[in-house]
Nanobody, 123 residues
């Protein structure tokens, strides 16, 4: 069992930066890859970026490339999402999720989800 809680969301101006954190509980956290997804009103949940259980590999979406980075600290059970050069279209609820086996790009393959944190980017 893994429980996830996101933090760090808020309001930021376009061009600004924001750091989100995903804190996990559970002794088996190091088995799980972790992904960040986002969902804007009226839209499907979309993949943003993910990191493998060891932290050695990452996977990112076209929207994240060059602007977002993901890292994890398995000693603290934390996965961070660093977002820079934010745009109004990045406005969404951001979720972290944990996965053992499966396709990191597909939300339906994740076993555990956090409640989400709102990110709003003003123009």
């Amino acid at each position: 069992q893994v429980q996830l809680v996101e933090s760090g969301g808020g309001l930021v101006q376009a061009g600004g930066s924001l750091n989100l954190s995903c804190a996990a509980s559970g002794r088996t956290f190091t088995r799980y890859a972790v992904g960040w997804f986002r969902q804007a009103p009226g839209k499907d949940r979309e993949f943003v970026i993910a990191v493998t259980n060891t932290g050695r590999s990452t996977y990112d979406s076209d929207s994240a490339k060059g602007r977002f980075t993901i890292s994890r600290d398995n000693t603290k059970n934390i996965v961070d999402l660093r977002m820079t050069d934010l745009k109004p279209e990045d406005t969404a609820v951001y979720y972290c999720a944990a996965l053992v086996g499966g396709n990191v790009y597909r939300p339906e393959t994740y076993q555990y989800w956090g409640p989400g944190t709102q990110v709003t980017v003003s123009s």
